[in-house]
Protein backbone atom coordinates (compact mmCIF):
# COMPACT_ATOMS: atom_id res chain seq x y z
CA UNK A 1 0.00 0.00 0.00
CA UNK A 2 1.83 3.26 -0.75
CA UNK A 3 1.07 6.56 1.54
CA UNK A 4 -1.16 8.18 -1.34
CA UNK A 5 -3.42 4.63 -1.32
CA UNK A 6 -4.09 5.14 2.79
CA UNK A 7 -6.17 8.41 2.79
CA UNK A 8 -8.42 6.92 0.08
CA UNK A 9 -9.15 3.54 2.44
CA UNK A 10 -9.23 5.19 5.69
CA UNK A 11 -12.12 7.11 3.79
CA UNK A 12 -13.92 4.18 2.56
CA UNK A 13 -13.84 3.13 5.94
CA UNK A 14 -15.58 5.90 7.64
CA UNK A 15 -18.23 5.77 5.07
CA UNK A 16 -19.04 1.97 5.86
CA UNK A 17 -19.18 2.61 9.11
CA UNK A 18 -21.20 5.75 8.41
CA UNK A 19 -23.72 4.11 6.87
CA UNK A 20 -23.99 1.30 9.37
CA UNK A 21 -24.32 3.56 11.98
CA UNK A 22 -27.15 5.37 9.66
CA UNK A 23 -29.03 2.37 9.57
CA UNK A 24 -28.72 1.39 13.10
CA UNK A 25 -30.10 4.48 14.23
CA UNK A 26 -32.81 4.25 12.00
CA UNK A 27 -33.74 0.93 10.48
CA UNK A 28 -35.64 1.13 6.89
CA UNK A 29 -33.77 4.39 5.05
CA UNK A 30 -34.05 4.99 1.32
CA UNK A 31 -31.45 5.66 -0.88
CA UNK A 32 -31.83 9.68 -0.73
CA UNK A 33 -32.46 9.54 3.23
CA UNK A 34 -29.12 7.59 3.75
CA UNK A 35 -27.37 10.08 1.44
CA UNK A 36 -28.33 13.09 3.09
CA UNK A 37 -27.16 11.89 6.44
CA UNK A 38 -23.90 10.46 6.05
CA UNK A 39 -22.97 13.62 4.06
CA UNK A 40 -22.47 11.33 0.76
CA UNK A 41 -23.84 11.52 -3.04
CA UNK A 42 -26.08 9.05 -3.57
CA UNK A 43 -24.24 6.92 -6.26
CA UNK A 44 -21.30 6.51 -3.63
CA UNK A 45 -24.06 5.72 -0.55
CA UNK A 46 -25.38 3.32 -3.48
CA UNK A 47 -22.02 1.65 -4.17
CA UNK A 48 -20.85 0.93 -0.78
CA UNK A 49 -24.58 -0.46 -0.02
CA UNK A 50 -24.58 -2.96 -3.00
CA UNK A 51 -20.79 -4.02 -2.08
CA UNK A 52 -22.16 -4.60 2.03
CA UNK A 53 -25.46 -5.90 0.48
CA UNK A 54 -23.02 -9.09 -0.76
CA UNK A 55 -21.60 -9.36 2.29
CA UNK A 56 -24.75 -10.08 4.03
CA UNK A 57 -24.58 -6.90 6.15
CA UNK A 58 -27.53 -5.39 4.76
CA UNK A 59 -30.69 -5.65 3.31
CA UNK A 60 -33.29 -4.22 0.70
CA UNK A 61 -36.87 -4.54 0.79
CA UNK A 62 -38.19 -4.98 -2.81
CA UNK A 63 -41.45 -3.04 -2.25
CA UNK A 64 -40.33 -0.22 -0.98
CA UNK A 65 -36.46 -0.23 -1.82
CA UNK A 66 -35.32 0.73 1.47
CA UNK A 67 -32.41 -0.79 3.32
CA UNK A 68 -31.84 -2.18 6.59
CA UNK A 69 -29.07 -3.68 8.88
CA UNK A 70 -29.45 -8.27 8.52
CA UNK A 71 -28.72 -10.15 11.60
CA UNK A 72 -25.05 -10.31 10.49
CA UNK A 73 -24.30 -7.36 11.94
CA UNK A 74 -26.26 -8.58 15.36
CA UNK A 75 -23.73 -12.01 15.37
CA UNK A 76 -20.82 -9.76 15.18
CA UNK A 77 -21.65 -7.67 18.12
CA UNK A 78 -22.83 -10.64 20.08
CA UNK A 79 -19.80 -12.06 19.00
CA UNK A 80 -17.50 -9.24 20.47
CA UNK A 81 -19.94 -8.96 23.75
CA UNK A 82 -19.52 -12.73 24.38
CA UNK A 83 -15.91 -12.18 25.01
CA UNK A 84 -16.41 -9.01 27.19
CA UNK A 85 -14.45 -8.97 30.33
CA UNK A 86 -16.74 -7.12 32.92
CA UNK A 87 -14.29 -6.03 35.53
CA UNK A 88 -12.05 -5.05 32.51
CA UNK A 89 -15.18 -3.37 31.03
CA UNK A 90 -16.04 -1.56 34.03
CA UNK A 91 -12.52 -0.85 35.64
CA UNK A 92 -12.08 2.67 33.43
CA UNK A 93 -15.29 3.72 35.06
CA UNK A 94 -14.79 2.50 38.51
CA UNK A 95 -11.23 4.28 38.39
CA UNK A 96 -12.75 7.31 37.54
CA UNK A 97 -15.49 7.42 40.47
CA UNK A 98 -12.33 6.66 42.78
CA UNK A 99 -10.53 9.49 41.18
CA UNK A 100 -13.62 11.59 42.29
CA UNK A 101 -15.20 10.59 45.74
CA UNK A 102 -11.62 9.12 47.43
CA UNK A 103 -14.59 6.26 48.02
CA UNK A 104 -14.69 2.48 48.25
CA UNK A 105 -16.11 1.21 45.03
CA UNK A 106 -17.05 -2.28 44.24
CA UNK A 107 -18.86 -3.82 41.27
CA UNK A 108 -21.36 -7.37 41.87
CA UNK A 109 -23.06 -9.90 40.28
CA UNK A 110 -25.15 -12.13 41.18
CA UNK A 111 -23.53 -15.73 42.41
CA UNK A 112 -24.32 -19.03 40.59
CA UNK A 113 -27.81 -19.50 43.39
CA UNK A 114 -28.86 -15.85 42.95
CA UNK A 115 -29.10 -15.25 46.43
CA UNK A 116 -25.80 -13.21 47.13
CA UNK A 117 -23.79 -10.60 45.39
CA UNK A 118 -20.54 -11.73 44.28
CA UNK A 119 -17.73 -8.80 44.51
CA UNK A 120 -15.85 -8.95 41.61
CA UNK A 121 -13.76 -5.83 41.46
CA UNK A 122 -13.55 -3.25 43.32
CA UNK A 123 -11.76 0.23 44.60
CA UNK A 124 -10.48 0.86 47.92
CA UNK A 125 -11.16 4.23 49.60
CA UNK A 126 -8.67 6.38 50.07
CA UNK A 127 -9.25 7.34 53.28
CA UNK A 128 -8.21 5.42 56.60
CA UNK A 129 -11.39 5.08 57.37
CA UNK A 130 -13.35 2.62 55.07
CA UNK A 131 -15.42 -0.66 54.24
CA UNK A 132 -13.10 -3.84 54.60
CA UNK A 133 -13.67 -5.78 51.26
CA UNK A 134 -12.06 -8.15 49.01
CA UNK A 135 -12.78 -9.50 45.73
CA UNK A 136 -14.70 -12.62 45.68
CA UNK A 137 -16.80 -11.99 49.19
CA UNK A 138 -20.31 -12.41 48.95
CA UNK A 139 -23.15 -11.03 50.80
CA UNK A 140 -26.62 -11.82 50.83
CA UNK A 141 -28.98 -9.88 48.38
CA UNK A 142 -31.46 -8.39 50.60
CA UNK A 143 -28.49 -6.86 52.75
CA UNK A 144 -26.73 -5.26 50.41
CA UNK A 145 -27.16 -2.05 48.00
CA UNK A 146 -26.16 -3.95 44.86
CA UNK A 147 -28.06 -6.86 45.33
CA UNK A 148 -31.07 -4.47 45.94
CA UNK A 149 -30.43 -2.93 42.55
CA UNK A 150 -30.69 -5.15 40.63
CA UNK A 151 -33.41 -7.43 42.24
CA UNK A 152 -35.52 -4.07 41.77
CA UNK A 153 -34.96 -4.42 37.38
CA UNK A 154 -36.16 -8.19 37.68
CA UNK A 155 -38.64 -9.63 36.43
CA UNK A 156 -41.82 -8.90 39.51
CA UNK A 157 -42.36 -12.33 40.06
CA UNK A 158 -38.71 -13.60 39.88
CA UNK A 159 -38.14 -10.65 42.50
CA UNK A 160 -40.94 -11.70 44.89
CA UNK A 161 -39.93 -15.60 44.43
CA UNK A 162 -36.30 -14.76 45.15
CA UNK A 163 -37.48 -12.20 48.12
CA UNK A 164 -39.31 -14.97 50.07
CA UNK A 165 -36.65 -18.16 49.88
CA UNK A 166 -34.30 -16.17 51.74
CA UNK A 167 -33.39 -16.57 55.66
CA UNK A 168 -33.78 -12.63 56.55
CA UNK A 169 -30.52 -12.91 59.11
CA UNK A 170 -29.68 -9.48 61.17
CA UNK A 171 -26.27 -8.78 60.29
CA UNK A 172 -26.94 -5.55 61.76
CA UNK A 173 -30.35 -3.78 63.90
CA UNK A 174 -31.15 -2.24 60.50
CA UNK A 175 -31.19 -5.29 58.01
CA UNK A 176 -34.36 -6.34 56.13
CA UNK A 177 -36.23 -8.58 58.26
CA UNK A 178 -38.54 -9.90 56.04
CA UNK A 179 -39.92 -10.67 52.42
CA UNK A 180 -42.46 -7.47 52.82
CA UNK A 181 -39.95 -5.12 53.76
CA UNK A 182 -37.88 -5.92 50.85
CA UNK A 183 -40.59 -6.33 48.21
CA UNK A 184 -41.90 -2.57 49.50
CA UNK A 185 -38.40 -1.08 49.03
CA UNK A 186 -37.86 -2.01 45.45
CA UNK A 187 -41.15 -0.03 43.81
CA UNK A 188 -38.89 2.91 45.17
CA UNK A 189 -35.47 1.62 43.77
CA UNK A 190 -36.70 1.22 40.32
CA UNK A 191 -38.80 4.80 40.68
CA UNK A 192 -36.07 6.85 42.36
CA UNK A 193 -33.18 4.93 40.45
CA UNK A 194 -30.88 3.84 43.26
CA UNK A 195 -30.68 1.59 45.70
CA UNK A 196 -29.32 2.01 49.32
CA UNK A 197 -27.71 0.51 52.29
CA UNK A 198 -28.55 1.68 55.13
CA UNK A 199 -26.24 0.46 57.95
CA UNK A 200 -28.01 -2.66 56.84
CA UNK A 201 -24.36 -5.17 56.27
CA UNK A 202 -22.44 -3.55 58.18
CA UNK A 203 -22.87 -1.26 61.38
CA UNK A 204 -21.37 2.55 60.28
CA UNK A 205 -21.28 1.70 56.84
CA UNK A 206 -23.90 3.36 54.17
CA UNK A 207 -23.82 2.41 50.37
CA UNK A 208 -25.44 3.66 47.34
CA UNK A 209 -25.79 1.19 44.00
CA UNK A 210 -26.78 1.41 40.72
CA UNK A 211 -27.82 -1.22 38.02
CA UNK A 212 -25.54 -2.38 34.89
CA UNK A 213 -27.18 -3.54 32.15
CA UNK A 214 -26.66 -5.93 29.28
CA UNK A 215 -28.12 -5.99 25.44
CA UNK A 216 -31.04 -7.48 26.69
CA UNK A 217 -31.56 -4.83 28.91
CA UNK A 218 -31.51 -7.16 31.89
CA UNK A 219 -29.59 -5.98 34.98
CA UNK A 220 -26.63 -8.34 34.94
CA UNK A 221 -24.62 -6.31 37.59
CA UNK A 222 -24.35 -2.82 39.69
CA UNK A 223 -22.04 -0.46 40.94
CA UNK A 224 -21.72 0.89 44.42
CA UNK A 225 -20.30 3.34 46.50
CA UNK A 226 -19.45 2.86 49.95
CA UNK A 227 -18.79 4.86 52.89
CA UNK A 228 -18.93 5.39 56.61
CA UNK A 229 -21.88 7.68 58.31
CA UNK A 230 -19.49 9.43 59.83
CA UNK A 231 -17.77 11.00 56.91
CA UNK A 232 -21.37 11.20 54.80
CA UNK A 233 -22.54 14.57 53.88
CA UNK A 234 -26.17 15.05 52.72
CA UNK A 235 -25.23 17.30 50.33
CA UNK A 236 -22.75 14.85 48.44
CA UNK A 237 -25.32 12.54 47.86
CA UNK A 238 -26.79 14.00 44.84
CA UNK A 239 -23.75 14.48 43.62
CA UNK A 240 -22.98 10.92 44.33
CA UNK A 241 -25.58 9.26 42.52
CA UNK A 242 -25.64 11.01 39.35
CA UNK A 243 -21.15 9.92 39.32
CA UNK A 244 -22.71 6.37 39.73
CA UNK A 245 -25.45 6.81 37.01
CA UNK A 246 -22.86 7.99 34.29
CA UNK A 247 -21.11 5.36 35.23
CA UNK A 248 -23.65 2.25 35.15
CA UNK A 249 -24.73 4.38 31.81
CA UNK A 250 -20.88 3.47 30.09
CA UNK A 251 -20.39 0.58 31.70
CA UNK A 252 -23.91 -0.70 29.92
CA UNK A 253 -23.37 0.73 26.58
CA UNK A 254 -20.05 -1.22 26.69
CA UNK A 255 -22.41 -4.35 27.48
CA UNK A 256 -24.30 -3.22 24.69
CA UNK A 257 -27.08 -1.44 26.15
CA UNK A 258 -27.80 1.90 24.74
CA UNK A 259 -31.50 2.86 26.46
CA UNK A 260 -30.17 3.34 29.87
CA UNK A 261 -32.45 5.99 31.39
CA UNK A 262 -32.08 5.00 35.33
CA UNK A 263 -32.87 7.63 37.41
CA UNK A 264 -33.97 10.01 34.23
CA UNK A 265 -37.18 11.29 36.26
CA UNK A 266 -35.04 12.22 39.29
Known sequence: MTSSQKPDNVASVMKVFSILEGLAEDGGLGLTELA???????????????TMKQLGYVSQDQDSERY?????????????????????????QMRKLSEQTHEAIHLGVLDEDHRHVLYVHKYDSQFNLCMQTRVGRRNPIYSTA???????????????????????????????????????????????????????????????AVPVFDRFGVAVAAI???????????????????????????????????????????
Open 146 to 208: MGKAMMAWMDPERAEELARSFDYVARTPHTLASAEALLAELPVIRREGVAEDREEAELGVRCV
Open 68 to 92: ALTLKTFEVGAAALSDVDLPRLADA
Open 224 to 266: SLSFPVVRFDQSNRERYIALLHEAGRRISRGLGHHDYDVGATR
Open 36 to 50: QRTLMSKSTAYRFLQ
